[in-house]
Nanobody, 128 residues
């Protein structure tokens, strides 16, 4: 089993920055892919960024490219999301996700349905 615990959300003004963290507990060696997803009220959950744990391959959603950076610390078993130049449209609940299956296509990497483990979410609110 794997447990994911997010932290770092909060309220910030447009143009500001936040860093989200996701601590991973349990059978961490089984994880192949991890990612950050977000869901705003009334909208579907969408991919923000994903990373392959066996290397450094990363994928980003089009709306966050150039502003957000996903990274991982294998020693601390922690996934990060550095969010810069935040916009009001980035307001959402952000979820950490992980999966044990390999390989994943580029489409699967950005699909919420391809991830088995999920955290409880952390709220990010960006005001204009």
């Amino acid at each position: 089993q794997v447990q994911l615990v997010e932290s770092g959300g909060g309220s910030v003004q447009a143009g500001g920055s936040l860093r989200l963290s996701c601590a991973v507990f349990g059978y961490t060696s089984s994880i192949t892919y991890m990612g950050w997803f977000r869901q705003a009220p009334g909208k579907e959950r969408e991919a923000v960024a994903t990373i392959y744990t066996g290397g450094s391959d990363t994928y980003y959603g089009d709306s966050v490219k150039g502003r957000f950076t996903i990274s991982k610390d294998n020693v601390k078993n922690t996934l990060y999301l550095q969010m810069n130049s935040l916009k009001p449209e980035d307001t959402a609940m952000y979820y950490c996700a992980a999966d044990y299956r390999f390989p994943k296509s580029s489409i699967q990497r950005l699909s919420p349905g391809s991830y088995y483990y999920w955290g409880q979410g952390t709220q990010v609110t960006v005001s204009s």
